[in-house]
T-cell receptor, first 111, second 116 residues
Framework: QQPVQSPQAVILREGEDAVINCSSSKALYSVHWYRQKHGEAPVFLMILLKGGEQKGHEKISASFNEKKQQSSLYLTASQLSYSGTYFCGPPEGQAGTALIFGKGTTLSVSS | GAVVSQHPSRVICKSGTSVKIECRSLDFQATTMFWYRQFPKQSLMLMATSNEGSKATYEQGVEKDKFLINHASLTLSTLTVTSAHPEDSSFYIC????????????FGPGTRLLVL
C-alpha cells in the first residue's frame, strides 16, 4: 500500500517555506525522501530511521513520528533548484526491502 | 555518492520484440537491486526486487514471464521486456541498495521505452 502524501502540489516563490506530509496506514520503521526532476531519476535526500528523529540537509529537513506513522519534509527559504516532485517511501514490497513510494508532491518554485 | 548506470537510456522498438535493459552499480556491490516503472505524471511503481544469485521477487500484478529479471553479478541486473506491446511503453528505473546502517537506495538515470 502506498503511503499518502499531501499536498499534491505546491507553488512557491523563492524564499518561501513549504511542508510536505507523508502518512502510512501501516507501521513505519523508516522513511526515505527523494526528489525527482522531470525526466530524471529520483535523487536521495535523506532517510529517517527512528521515531521522532529529525534530520537536516541544507535547508531541507524532515521529521518522523513513528507513533503517528507520519513523516514531514520541511523546505525553508526555497530556491529555484528545489522544484521537482518529492516522494516519500517506506521500505516494503513483497521482499520487504524495496521502497514503496507515495504519489508524490510536485513543488514549483518561481522567482 | 554511489553511482548507478542504466543502458540504454532510450529505446524504441516494434511491438512483439524483446528489449533488455541493464542496470549497473559502478562503484559498489549491490546484493539487491530494484526495478520500478513510472508512467507520465505518476509515481514510481515497484515491479520487482532482484537479489544476486537468486530469483527475483515480483510485486503483485507484475508478470514474471513478461518481465524477466536476471541478477548475475553483484554489480549487474538486467530487465528484459519480452514481446513488448505499446502499453509497456514507460520509464523504467532501477535502484541499487547500498548495504549498511542506512540502506540507502541509489537510482539509475532510467530507460525510456517506446513500443510502436
Amino acid at each position: 500500500q502506498q503511503p499518502v502524501q499531501s499536498p499534491q502540489a505546491v507553488i512557491l516563490r523563492e524564499g518561501e517555506d513549504a511542508v510536505i506530509n507523508c502518512s502510512s496506514s501501516k507501521a513505519l520503521y523508516s522513511v526515505h525522501w527523494y526528489r525527482q526532476k522531470h525526466g530524471e531519476a529520483p535523487v536521495f535526500l535523506m532517510i529517517l530511521l527512528k521515531g521522532g528523529e529529525q534530520k537536516g540537509h541544507e535547508k531541507i529537513s524532515a521529521s518522523f513520528n513513528e507513533k503517528k506513522q507520519q513523516s514531514s519534509l520541511y523546505l525553508t527559504a526555497s530556491q529555484l533548484s528545489y522544484s521537482g516532485t518529492y516522494f516519500c517511501g517506506p521500505p516494503e514490497g513483497q521482499a520487504g526491502t524495496a521502497l514503496i513510494f507515495g504519489k508524490g508532491t510536485t513543488l514549483s518554485v518561481s522567482s | 555518492g554511489a553511482v548507478v548506470s542504466q543502458h540504454p537510456s532510450r529505446v524504441i522498438c516494434k511491438s512483439g520484440t524483446s528489449v533488455k535493459i541493464e542496470c549497473r552499480s559502478l562503484d559498489f556491490q549491490a546484493t539487491t537491486m530494484f526495478w520500478y516503472r513510472q508512467f507520465p505524471k505518476q509515481s514510481l511503481m515497484l515491479m520487482a526486487t532482484s537479489n544476486e544469485g537468486s530469483k527475483a521477487t515480483y510485486e503483485q500484478g507484475v508478470e514474471k514471464d513478461k518481465f524477466l529479471i536476471n541478477h548475475a553479478s553483484l554489480t549487474l541486473s538486467t530487465l528484459t521486456v519480452t514481446s513488448a506491446h505499446p502499453e509497456d511503453s514507460s520509464f523504467y528505473i532501477c535502484s541499487a541498495r547500498l548495504a549498511g546502517a542506512q540502506e540507502t537506495q541509489y537510482f539509475g538515470p532510467g530507460t525510456r521505452l517506446l513500443v510502436l
